[in-house]
């Protein structure tokens, strides 16, 4: 499993159509290859691993520890109770910082030389995406001396909550030098989608999210007012039907490893489909199930979430809203208006009815937390989710003799091999810092 991903992903960095292996090629053994290369480049590949990180092997191992898909076949039929292995997380963990965090921050240093305010914005956005990321889904993980190899062949540890106060700090630099630039027109194309998202409004929403991860909920909804407020500043991947530029799920599901992930038995499938009752009645998840579906099988045809030139959302005005709605309920604020907001968006993108709430009190922040879970299938983010509400609203536990979800990914093997100042072992069911 971990080399699947090394054969999935690549999109268009420049019009050339130079391929994204071209830019990765070594990288892992030695990121700082790049260094006389521009960081108008450089930054694409950052972006590239940004896309990978999200929509490929870690979403996929996240919707299965949530109970958004199965595993039912060779290795993942493994994953789906819970048996995984270090050598499982050596891609995401190489990739995340070899050809992601180190370009950009590489990016970073390129645009401050030349006075670029805002690819030095974007780089630290970037970087600061990559690495609360990285503490999200880890733990304690490197950033004070990650991304520079020949000074720091073993990087030290930094805490979790250091590291994603690290990240925030990048994202508010970010977000004052971008400006007013939008994605598509500033360092985004081609691996963006083209619409009108703008590096600052993406940057408070990254910062909301990482808010909540931490358990910030003042800050969380702060920010989340100030990020995506309208799904035509998503921050999309972009792809088509040419070799190269295909979605990753669709590449995974229809042309690498089909009939490994699957909805049956699935904890969403069950929801999306009627068999278990939603918190807040929604007669409309009947479209909804048909685009996500083709009967049990995640839906990869034309029109569906996972084909082949759907695009996959980084970070979205729903899941904005309900970051807004749970972190207002949480500090007693406004929960239901932007709780409703969202409904009122999936009725129009589904066409089926998705009636607003009228609740109150826990009632409703679980009613949050479900669309969340619901509307985030394939996405990272519902397994921090998870894990930070202690499963409130009871994700089925499929390890066996497990009492709990899996709560971190595991340190990957090459860390355990390589890395002198590699901390030790840590269960997958030690909760994370901010998770205890």
Partial sequence: ???????????????????????????????????????????????????????????????????????????????????????????????????????????????IKDGNKVLEGVAQIVQGMLVAEAASLWGDVPFVEAGDYVKFQNPKYDGQKSVLDAAQSLFSKGITNVGAATVSASFGAPVYKTNSATWAKVGNSLKARYYLVAKDYPNALTYAKLGISNRNEDLLSNHTSTVGQKNMYFQFLAELRSGMLSGIDSNLFKLVTGVKPRLLATP?????????????????????????????????FVETKLIEAEAAHRTSGDALTPFNAVRTELASVYGGSFPASTDSGNTLLLQILEEKYISLLGQTQVFHDVRRTNNAIGVP????????????????????????????????????????
Wanted: aromatic share 12%; with cysteine.
């Fill in 1 to 111: 499993m971990k080399n699947i991903t090394k054969t999935l992903f690549f999109l268009l960095i420049t019009l050339s159509f130079v391929a994204c292996s071209d830019f990765t090629d070594g990288i892992n053994e030695d990121p700082n290859t790049f260094t006389s290369a521009p960081g108008s480049m450089l930054i694409g590949q950052a972006n590239m691993e940004v896309v990978k990180l999200f929509s490929s092997q870690a979403g996929r191992t996240s919707s299965i520890f949530t109970d958004q898909l199965s595993g039912i076949d060779r290795q993942y039929s493994s994953l789906n109770i819970y048996v995984t292995t270090a050598g499982d997380y050596d891609d995401d963990w190489q990739d995340l910082y070899a050809s992601g965090f180190a370009q950009a921050k590489l990016a970073e240093a390129d645009a």
């Fill in 284 to 316: 409309g998840d009947i479209q909804r199930a048909a685009f996500y579906f083709t009967g049990t099988n995640p839906r990869t045809s034309s029109g569906g979430i996972f084909a082949v030139d759907a695009s996959f959302p980084i970070i979205s």
């Fill in 397 to 436: 536990i499929k390890g066996v003799g497990a009492t709990k979800i899996p709560q971190r990914f595991l340190y990957p093997q090459t860390e355990i091999n390589s890395n002198k100042n590699f901390p030790g072992l840590v269960d997958l069911y030690t909760a994370t810092p901010v998770n205890n």
